[in-house]
């Protein structure tokens, strides 16, 4: 059993819940969750917020009065052909960061951070170029944290709402399957920096990503998606 106690921003996504259940049912970790929908199942205490970024004040005093060890940030949009470019890049990127720094100011230093990365950051492609630099530059951001600790977590495509549009990837997973894999991390992370992926064939396209040019990369995935 852990002692930890988690946080999940983004409480009401398909990940998230199955986060919350996973954890509180194998790992005996207390689950609190952050979210613009109203959830309590599987959750020892909640917040329910209007809006990520006028509410960071806010979460950053549940953070803080709720004792939190461990933060999961689950915030993520896909978008459609690159569109819209704004809510794309905020969504990844700005309020992942500046929510960062909101608990920072009120909760202690030694928090673990884990943010959702994708193999997209990898080498953003035509298809999805806004959306693959959002995470490349939150991936970046985070290497650069001065405090705390934190995983990057690279996953492949999740079957979710925010995917159910998009043709299944190779090596797709289930949320339940993603959620184990992010729990494990947290649970063995002993470094300031950890880099995690949800299976092994994706770790093994992410750096093979890096290696093909991205004409080739662009040809072979309209062909096959």
């Known amino acids: 059993m852990s002692n930890k106690k988690l946080c999940l921003i983004g409480a009401s996504s398909d990940l998230g819940l199955a986060i919350a259940k996973t954890a509180t049912e194998l790992t005996g970790m207390e689950v609190y969750g952050i979210s613009r929908k109203d959830v309590k199942e599987n959750y020892?205490?909640?917040?329910?917020?209007?809006?990520?970024?006028?509410?960071?004040?806010e979460i950053g005093?549940?953070?803080?009065?709720?004792?939190?060890?461990?933060?999961?940030?689950?915030?993520?949009?896909?978008?459609?052909?690159?569109?819209p470019v704004e809510k794309i890049v905020k969504i990844n990127f700005s309020i992942p960061i500046n929510l960062i720094k909101c608990i920072e100011m009120n909760a202690k230093n030694n928090i673990?951070?884990?943010?959702?990365?994708?193999?997209?950051?990898?080498?953003?492609?035509?298809?999805?170029?806004?959306?693959?630099?959002?995470?490349?530059?939150?991936?970046?951001?985070?290497?650069?944290?001065?405090?705390?600790?934190?995983?990057?977590?690279?996953?492949?495509?999740?079957?979710?709402?925010?995917?159910?549009?998009?043709?299944?990837?190779?090596?797709?997973?289930?949320?339940?399957?993603?959620?184990?894999?992010?729990?494990?991390?947290i649970l063995n992370n002993k470094r300031k920096?950890?880099?995690?992926?949800?299976?092994?064939?994706?770790?093994?396209?992410?750096?093979?990503?890096k290696l093909i040019p991205l004409s080739i990369l662009n040809a072979i995935e309209k062909r096959v998606l």
């Open 193 to 209: 920096l950890s880099i995690k992926y949800s299976s092994f064939e994706i770790m093994l396209l992410f750096y093979a990503f």
């Open 44 to 57: 020892k205490k909640t917040l329910t917020i209007l809006d990520y970024e006028t509410s960071d004040k």
């Open 112 to 185: 673990t951070y884990t943010v959702i990365s994708s193999l997209a950051a990898a080498k953003p492609r035509k298809k999805n170029y806004v959306y693959g630099l959002s995470k490349y530059i939150l991936e970046q951001s985070i290497r650069n944290r001065e405090y705390g600790k934190y995983i990057i977590f690279r996953a492949g495509f999740i079957r979710t709402k925010m995917t159910k549009d998009h043709k299944p990837a190779p090596f797709a997973k289930e949320p339940e399957e993603v959620a184990e894999k992010i729990l494990n991390a």
């Open 61 to 83: 005093e549940f953070v803080k009065e709720n004792s939190i060890s461990d933060v999961i940030l689950l915030n993520g949009f896909t978008g459609q052909n690159n569109q």
